[in-house]
């Protein structure tokens, strides 16, 4: 089937908040550890999204991710807007089949939210973000063949190091769709701003490294090669140099051949003529 890459943001977005959500109110339901089932359902859900739609799209199911992609120069304006669009629509349709399922009150369970005051919230989900989107953005790059395994387990780090302190959203999307739905926007605007100043805050911490990179100029094993490149190209003359002197030789030894049997020649004829003159003289 082929889909709309704005439709299969909208799907994959669906699928990450679908699942994620449902494993929140999974672990509530059977009393399980939601330390380790909600984390592995949001990674486990961004698997599947990546693996059911991330080839038609490039997996983005967060404008964080996009807005990073965008500032990165691997998105376009029209695609930035039209993923957010996406992905929006995607996690508000997820949190309304969840509310079909389990109601309001289940909606209102996967509303996320900072125990530790906004704050906190707010430097949490900024830090964790900046740290998802350094491993998307290095590992599509530098590991286009692990990325789709790396970002999950990445995302699955960061719910367990972020739920107790912001609820580790990271994903202005997927908060949206449940606050939305449950209509409880309380302190929303830390899983917006959060996620949006930690992707651009990525981008910033590159700069400096490239900026740093520039004014050292090259790394110290760097001229050393260029050095041993530039050694090897300057004795390539050197042995051309040798060639032309061995074949400017070659024709040196050919004329003195040439004189040698010319020579010959000369005293063949010599000897010619000697022997004409004395049988003329007798």
Known sequence: MVINKYLAEAVG?????FIGSMSALAAAATN????????????????????????????????????????DKRTSLSDLIG???GQFVGALTASAVVLAAAGQEGVLATVTRSDRGSGKGLLAEGVLTLIFILVILASTRKAPAMAGLVIPLTLVAVHLAGIPFS????????????ALIG?????????????LAGAGHRMGFLADVWRRRAG???????????????????????????QQ?????????I???????????????????IGLWLKADR
Do not use: K
């Not at 977005?13 to 908040?17: E, R, S």
């Open 13 to 17: 977005t669906f699928i990450l908040v």
């Open 32 to 71: 399980g550890p939601p330390m380790v089932i909600v984390p592995l359902g949001f990674g486990l859900g961004l698997l599947a999204a990546i693996y059911a739609v991330g080839h038609v799209s490039g997996g983005h199911f967060n404008p964080a991710v996009t807005f990073a992609m965008w500032l």
């Open 83 to 85: 993923y957010w669009i």
């Open 167 to 178: 609820g580790a959203s990271v994903n202005p999307a997927r908060s949206f769709g449940p």
């Open 183 to 195: 209509t409880d926007f309380t302190n929303y605007w830390v899983y917006v701003v959060g996620p």
């Open 216 to 242: 050292r100029g090259l790394t110290a094993a760097e001229p050393s090669a260029i050095s041993h490149q530039q050694s090897a190209i300057s004795n390539q003359p050197s042995a051309i140099s040798h």
């Open 245 to 253: 002197s061995a074949i400017s030789n070659q024709p040196s030894a």
């Open 255 to 273: 004329s003195r051949s040439a004189i040698s049997r010319s020579a010959i020649s000369r005293s063949a004829i010599s000897r010619s003529a």
